[in-house]
């Protein structure tokens, strides 16, 4: 639920089947901060190709877990795309983390993956590379827009959930058929 400002951190945006921008073609976003100066938010269901091992292996670290170098980075939207995020639920405390909400956090500093890459780091983390970003009031002009739907997000969803179907359980969370929805945006 959005805060009493109408700010969404800790929510999903899960983009609407006529979302123009294909950068955000059936995406599913993870708010991560959202205030008056704009909103951050990492693509949570678009793998870019990477895996964990291969960024590991580019800042010089060796990790034993083939389980975790075979975990697939995402990526997390247009704005920085060499600039790494995870996000965890761990209680653990690293350089650089955000805690969204009472259970999840987001780190941008290169301990948490030094931890990962030797076997102490969160049991549930996704890394992503790259953000989503909106400037000032831009999100809530898209959200009026029916650009995007909103929903309180599920770790479950980001840590469990296949990526090919995080957008339309996302949209579940709702009670919607995300698929049924016509691909025009409109206002009734």
């Known amino acids: 639920m ?4 109408g700010y969404l951190s800790g929510q999903f945006l ?3 089947p006529a979302m123009g921008d294909p950068n ?6 993870y708010i991560c901060e959202h205030n008056g100066d704009g909103a951050l938010g990492i693509v949570i269901n678009r793998p870019s190709g990477m ?8 800042m010089q670290l060796a990790s034993t877990d083939a389980g975790l170098s075979d975990q697939p980075v995402l990526q997390g939207g247009p704005v920085q795309p060499e600039r790494g995020f995870v996000i965890h639920d761990s209680s653990d405390e690293f350089g650089a983390t955000l805690a969204v909400t009472d259970g999840l956090k987001v ?3 290169r301990d948490i993956l030094v931890a990962m890459a ?3 780091g969160p049991a549930r983390a996704v890394v992503a590379l790259g953000y989503a970003g909106w400037g000032a009031g831009q999100l809530e002009l898209e959200m009026t827009a029916n650009a995007w739907l909103t929903a309180p997000a599920s770790a479950d969803i980001i840590f469990s959930m296949p990526f090919e179907q995080r957008w339309e359980s996302a949209a ?9 929805l016509g691909s025009e945006a409109g206002h009734a």
């Open 172 to 180: 579940s969370l709702l009670g919607i058929d995300i698929k049924s």
């Open 14 to 16: 899960i983009a609407m």
């Open 24 to 29: 955000f073609d059936h995406t599913v976003t």
């Open 107 to 109: 780190t941008t500093s």
């Open 2 to 5: 959005a805060d009493e400002r």
């Open 118 to 120: 030797e076997g102490r």
């Open 51 to 58: 895996t964990l091992g291969e960024i590991l292996e580019q």
